[in-house]
């Protein structure tokens, strides 16, 4: 089996994807949507008390996590994204910061990417993409 799968790949590399050209909009995109694959499960397991953006960026670098350190707003678009799913709760405090905690549907969510399961579906087609997912 492993010998045809060799043969189809390299078939596919000539006839299938040989005109394959992507934009460079379109690899923005892909690496963008490989950057909150790589943090949004960390990102929900930190989430599981409550933290304001700044606290969530300092547990994630500590975790080794450093993909977003160009662009720290990534963490905020992730969090929105997370709100607006439901995901997350938030609230302002008197500090004049926003915090965020998981809720019980988050919960489900991290605990269905812990498994494994769905982890690509969700993150491209729930998350990013607006539809399917959790």
Do not use: C
């Not at 707003?73 to 992730?78: A, K, P, R, S």
């Amino acid at each position: 089996m492993d010998e045809r799968l060799r043969h189809l790949k390299g078939s596919m590399k000539q006839s299938v994807f040989q005109n394959l050209q992507f934009t460079d909009k379109h690899k923005q995109a892909i690496k963008r949507k490989i950057k909150q694959e790589n943090i949004l499960l960390p990102a929900l397991q930190l989430l599981s008390v409550e933290k304001n953006g700044i606290e969530l960026v300092q547990k994630l670098r500590s975790r080794g996590i450093q993909e977003f350190d160009e662009q720290e707003g990534f963490v905020y678009i992730l969090l929105h994204q997370l709100e607006q799913k439901s995901y997350v709760t938030s609230r302002w405090k008197e500090d004049q910061k926003k915090y965020y905690q998981l809720n019980s549907k988050g919960k489900k969510v991290m605990k269905s990417l812990e498994n494994g399961s769905q982890r690509s579906a969700f993150v491209l087609q729930g998350l990013l993409g607006g539809g399917g997912g959790q």
